[in-house]
């Protein structure tokens, strides 16, 4: 796959179950979308995880909240607004404040983090790394 195609696969994969989920107006249709939706978000944080390159600084408030539930927030709350937009005419418009603070959460987490630019890694940070390294703070 040409690099252009290969980086843009999450965002299409969201794109393509957004319209699913929205437009369909049978049960399979929803179905596939769902899974279709989980599938870019899982791409998506997999991809942001594997490419950070910033030192990750866990906040002593967050013990609650599991990384991977932190990750998935944003997708959480985005799917939550396609929820809400099934609903009649004026309650849809309740459906843009769970979007818009998914599409906050996610440019927030662009602009705070540095990622390695394209498909060349320079510095893999897993997940058990993260845990040995907030461990001994």
Same mark, same amino acid.
């Given at each position: 796959?040409?690099? %252009?195609i290969?980086?843009k696969?999450?965002?299409? &994969?969201?794109? =393509?179950?957004?319209?699913?989920i929205?437009?369909g107006? $049978?049960?399979?249709?929803w179905f596939? /979308? =769902?899974? *279709?939706?989980?599938?870019g978000?899982v791409?998506?944080?997999m991809?942001?995880? &594997?490419?950070?390159t910033? @030192? #990750? #600084? %866990?906040?002593?408030?967050? !013990?609650?909240?599991?990384?991977w ?6 997708f959480?709350? @985005? =799917?939550? /607004?396609?929820?809400?937009?099934? *609903?009649p005419?004026p $309650?849809? *418009? ?6 818009? !603070?998914?599409?906050?959460? *996610? !440019?927030?987490? +662009?602009?705070y983090r540095?990622?390695?630019? /394209?498909?060349t890694i +320079?510095?893999?940070?897993?997940? =058990? ?9």
């Amino acid at each position: 796959l040409p690099p %252009f195609i290969y980086e843009k696969l999450p965002s299409l &994969y969201l794109l =393509a179950a957004t319209a699913m989920i929205t437009l369909g107006n $049978q049960p399979l249709l929803w179905f596939a /979308g =769902a899974l *279709l939706y989980i599938a870019g978000a899982v791409t998506w944080m997999m991809r942001s995880s &594997y490419r950070r390159t910033d @030192l #990750i #600084i %866990f906040p002593a408030k967050r !013990w609650l909240q599991p990384e991977w539930l932190y990750e998935a927030q944003p997708f959480v709350w @985005l =799917a939550l /607004g396609l929820a809400m937009a099934q *609903l009649p005419a004026p $309650q849809a *418009l309740l459906a843009l404040v769970p979007c818009l !603070w998914a599409c906050h959460c *996610l !440019w927030a987490r +662009h602009r705070y983090r540095r990622h390695a630019h /394209g498909v060349t890694i +320079h510095l893999r940070r897993d997940p =058990a790394r993260r845990r040995l390294n907030r461990s001994l703070r």
